[in-house]
């Protein structure tokens, strides 16, 4: 009876804990901005201290699960304790941490009501729920977008480390430092100005952690500056806004109870909200090509959101496939585009591709986005015996791909006499052409061009045709940054061959520059004294 009484008691004293739950009140919104439904939500696997209240000690730790409740033995029996709450966690997976600026750094952190511990050590703290108007709850719903961020990427990362790089989130109230990422301090910045608060914007806080999902797991060569949606960028930067689109936008569909729009991004304001869709998406006409952020997130979501639309889009959940793509395949690579998650994609899995990207006939997910990334029908034209006729004087070609990489596009153009002038133009998906004139043999270069102007990559050039005949053209990519792309072609004789002045070399005309007789000696002799000098 001895031995099972004591060992009763170790029972009794293994299983004395603290236990306590804490939540923070959350802020619902929907595509029209906040609705005013301000729930209380878990604080979910947060750090938390037992603090004996008489002199600050701490005396146990433990983290939070996910309905918000700690238990946390080894507290002696008969003592004061509080339990403290941070908006942190180092370990499980997660890595997040939520301060108030980058000069303080003071990580956030509530505190409960105390309790005395019973003679085991065991206690119930009441629940602590962390209202917006005392200004608690907004930097734990910050932290709770890091961790849903770390949950998503944990379901597709097999090899995600317990302790993964750390994500530290800057944020106060009134802060008009802005949103951002910053790669060189490795954080992100949060808005806090009463205007445009972004402490409960998710949709916006979790695109910004998509942009260090990129710097930590994969690669992000964006050049960087201002941007919108509509935009035309460097493909550089319309990869990198539009993968941190879509890690906003998949990380929320992974949490439907909480996100009933996981496909918009809602930025809200104090008063409404702008949203835009990537399902869809939205601004058709002008969300195309791989230069625009939200044709590249569109096209992500259609390769793994589970609803198909419009007959193009056929797949469905390779989630997995396009992390891999993001976190194995494309941080070996230089310039990062669109193109490059491609071929990563293309490595994961071959057999998605003709319905990832479609051809000049099929559409499919990239080219229902002008995203065009397969040859032409019009392929093999890679020298001049193979080359595809071009009319002078007509419209021309469009939507000529430079695909595969080292591609050449060869043309063949019938020319009368005079000035004959040909150009790219309408180039797509970041193509930069380099332009080539060569005669009759198609060996003989005449002309070239690489870009038209500073900052403009399309080609232009105009030529002398003396000889009525058969020419050729070639196009190739030039750049660093993209190898496909697309272009339009054109070309036609202007005008005759300039005539020659007949005067001999030297020979130097005077003007008259005036009617009356004194001013018109004057003319002639300024001009005589002119001739004079340039020769």
Not at 29 to 57: H, K, Q
Not at 474 to 490: F, K, Q
């Amino acid at each position: 009876m001895r031995t099972l009484a004591f060992g009763l008691a170790l029972s009794s004293a293994a299983a004395a804990q603290v236990t306590g739950r804490v939540r923070y009140q959350d802020r619902v919104y929907d595509l029209m901005g906040f609705t005013g439904s301000e729930p209380y939500r878990p604080v979910r696997y947060a750090e938390v201290e037992i603090v004996r209240d008489s002199d600050g000690t701490t005396l146990g730790t433990g983290v939070t699960d996910d309905a918000g409740t700690f238990r946390i033995g080894g507290i002696p029996g008969r003592t004061r304790v509080f339990a403290r709450v941070y908006a942190r966690r180092e370990g499980g997976g997660i890595n997040a941490a939520v301060r108030d600026n980058f000069t303080d750094r003071a990580l956030y952190a509530a505190a409960t009501a105390s309790i005395v511990t019973n003679n085991a050590g065991s206690g119930t703290i009441p629940d602590r729920d962390l209202t917006i108007a005392s200004g608690a709850a907004p930097p734990f719903n910050v932290f709770d977008a890091a961790v849903r961020s770390f949950e998503y990427q944990a379901s597709v990362d097999s090899d995600l480390p317990a302790l993964p790089p750390a994500l530290t989130i800057y944020w106060e109230p009134g802060s008009s430092n802005g949103t951002y990422f910053s790669p060189t301090d490795n954080s992100v910045f949060l808005l806090g100005a009463s205007a445009d608060p972004d402490e409960y914007d998710d949709d916006i806080i979790l695109h910004e952690i998509g942009h260090w999902v990129a710097h930590n797991f994969s690669r992000d060569d964006s050049p960087g500056g201002r941007h919108s949606v509509i935009d035309q960028l460097d493909p550089r930067m319309s990869w990198s806004e539009g993968f941190a689109h879509y890690w906003s936008a998949t990380v929320r569909r992974s949490f439907p109870a909480e996100y009933a729009y996981p496909s918009a991004l809602v930025d809200n304001r104090a008063a409404g909200a702008s949203t835009y869709e990537i399902e869809g998406p939205s601004f058709p006409a002008l969300a195309v090509m791989a230069t625009n952020e939200l044709a590249v997130a569109a096209v992500l979501w259609d390769i793994t959101d589970p609803s198909n639309e419009g007959g193009f889009d056929l797949l469905s959940g390779h989630e997995t496939e396009t992390w891999q793509s993001v976190n194995d395949r494309m941080p070996a690579m230089a310039e990062l585009t669109l193109e490059d998650f491609r071929d990563g994609l293309a490595l994961e899995n071959p057999a998605l591709m003709a319905d990832v990207t479609g051809d000049e006939t099929t559409p499919r997910i990239m080219n229902e986005r002008s995203i065009l990334y397969f040859p032409n029908l019009a392929e093999p034209d890679d020298s001049a015996a193979t080359a595809s006729p071009l009319a002078a004087g007509d419209p021309g070609l469009t939507r000529r791909t430079i695909y595969p990489s080292g591609d050449a596009d060869w043309y063949s153009i019938d020319l009368t006499e005079g000035m004959f002038q040909v150009e790219t133009f309408n180039l797509g998906d970041g193509a930069d052409t380099f332009l080539e004139l060569y005669g009759a043999n198609g060996t003989t270069r005449l002309a070239s061009n690489n870009n038209r102007w500073y900052g403009d990559p399309s080609s232009s050039l105009t030529f002398p045709v003396s000889k009525a005949g058969t020419y050729y053209l070639r196009v190739t990519r030039s750049g660093t940054v993209v190898e496909n792309g697309y272009y339009d072609i054109r070309g036609e004789i202007t005008g005759p061959l300039p005539v020659p002045d007949p005067r001999p070399a030297g020979f130097c005309a005077a003007s008259a520059g005036a009617p009356s007789p004194g001013l018109w000696l004057l003319g002639l002799a300024l001009g005589f004294l002119a001739c004079l000098r340039r020769r």
